[in-house]
């Protein structure tokens, strides 16, 4: 026979838990004439069973029931059901801790991210200590802010070779000058890359150039196109953050950039790079857009992870007009603006195959690549040229 501080030693359990058993009436010991509770080694017996059944997550209700009758076996599938989805829930748990600490990939957390609440993925990213532009990449090219360093190498390597890091050509970037009503004296060029747009400015107008990026590959090659050509007293080039550039004493003119508002998200261009243009002024930028709206389901799904806030040209113009632009006109850029890009890019491709193998990068930029081929016509690049109201 046990007494209760005995039988609660025995079993591992606190006297005030044998206490709360009994209250319940899993646990029932006789009272001695002395008023002392005793208990059989049935009864430990009895705990020891609760306690393994406890171990398979059940209730201490469900355990009595299991106790003092058959098992009920439905009890039990719900029960394991319920603790299926919470071992899932705790998978899921100790996987994103892992990734954060680097263990392992972050990318469909990135992306799950950036679709549902993209304002505070870059915010979140940015407290980490990645400027906004960096925070752009990670969101939308890395994917991966512990990797995000070597991602960006390899990519890099790709592009360093490159003339256009996106689609574009030159008749496309004249064509849309065109639509600018005036001849500007100042031009401000966000995300210049290697500088294919800001040579055709300069040779199609007379304005002062400010061409920036944060990719000092692209401004080297930049800077020795303008070096070679003579026009330094015309445009300067500087390793500027998109979403830090200041208001100038004397605002801008125009505003350009090709296929860059998405790094910070068009409708925050839209936003914050009015302020830069004078009244007046034109902002022209280039966006992938649908071209359908019933998409197949693999394009679809390809664009709704690399790039979620792609829509319409249609609602871009209906967002440049809530945010104070007037719309001078948009465009297509046409087929051969994606291939001027996409076509020396798979050479690119090509000629790294060996060099990149099992990288990241590279099977990221394929896949890309061969959503082009397989969606022509599904998507594309847009040009808008807007007025500063």
């Not at 439905?74 to 263990?103: N, P, Y």
């Not at 930028?285 to 998409?295: A, G, L, N, Q, Y």
């Amino acid at each position: 026979m046990y007494q209760i501080s005995e039988l609660a030693e025995s079993v591992g359990l606190s006297r005030a838990t044998l206490l709360y058993y009994e209250k319940l009436g899993l646990l029932k010991g006789k009272r001695q004439a002395n008023g002392y509770r005793v208990y059989s080694d049935a009864d430990r017996q009895r705990l020891r069973l609760m306690q393994q059944l406890q171990a398979g997550g059940l209730s201490l209700q469900e355990c009595q029931a299991c106790l003092d009758g058959k098992l009920d076996r439905d009890v039990l599938g719900q029960r394991l059901d319920r603790l299926e989805q919470e071992i899932a829930e705790k998978t899921r748990s100790r996987d994103l801790l892992a990734a954060l600490l680097g263990q392992s990939s972050l990318k469909d957390w990135h992306e799950e991210l950036e679709r549902v609440a993209p304002d505070m993925h870059r915010a979140w990213l940015i407290s980490q200590g990645f400027s906004s532009a960096e925070a752009g990449l990670v969101a939308l090219v890395s994917k991966d802010m512990n990797a995000h360093d070597a991602y960006m190498a390899g990519f890099m390597e790709v592009f360093s070779d490159l003339d256009y890091w996106g689609p574009g050509m030159a008749e496309a970037t004249r064509r849309a000058l065109e639509l600018v009503p005036f001849a500007p004296e100042t031009i401000l060029e966000i995300g210049c890359g290697p500088g294919m747009a800001t040579m055709t400015l300069a040779e199609a107008t007379t304005a002062r150039i400010l061409a920036t990026d944060t990719a000092e590959v692209a401004l080297d090659k930049l800077r020795a196109q303008i070096a070679a050509r003579g026009l330094n007293d015309r445009i300067e080039v500087q390793n500027v953050d998109m979403a830090t550039i200041t208001s100038p004493e004397h605002p801008w003119d125009v505003i350009w950039s090709e296929g860059s508002a998405y790094i910070l998200g068009v409708e925050k261009a839209l936003a914050d790079w009015r302020a830069l243009l004078r009244l007046g002024g034109v902002l022209v930028f280039s966006d992938m857009v649908w071209r359908t709206d019933t998409p197949d389901d693999a394009v679809r799904a390809f664009w709704a992870t690399e790039y979620p806030a792609m829509t319409t040209p249609a609602t871009r113009v209906t967002q440049a007009r809530h945010a104070g632009y007037r719309v001078l006109g948009h465009f297509d850029m046409g087929r051969e603006a994606m291939d001027t890009y996409y076509r020396p890019l798979a050479a690119r491709l090509d000629a790294l195959e060996s060099r990149l193998a099992g990288a990241r990068v590279l099977d990221d930029l394929r896949s890309e690549i061969a959503v082009h081929e397989a969606g022509r016509g599904q998507f594309g690049y847009e040009m808008f040229v807007l007025g500063r109201g």
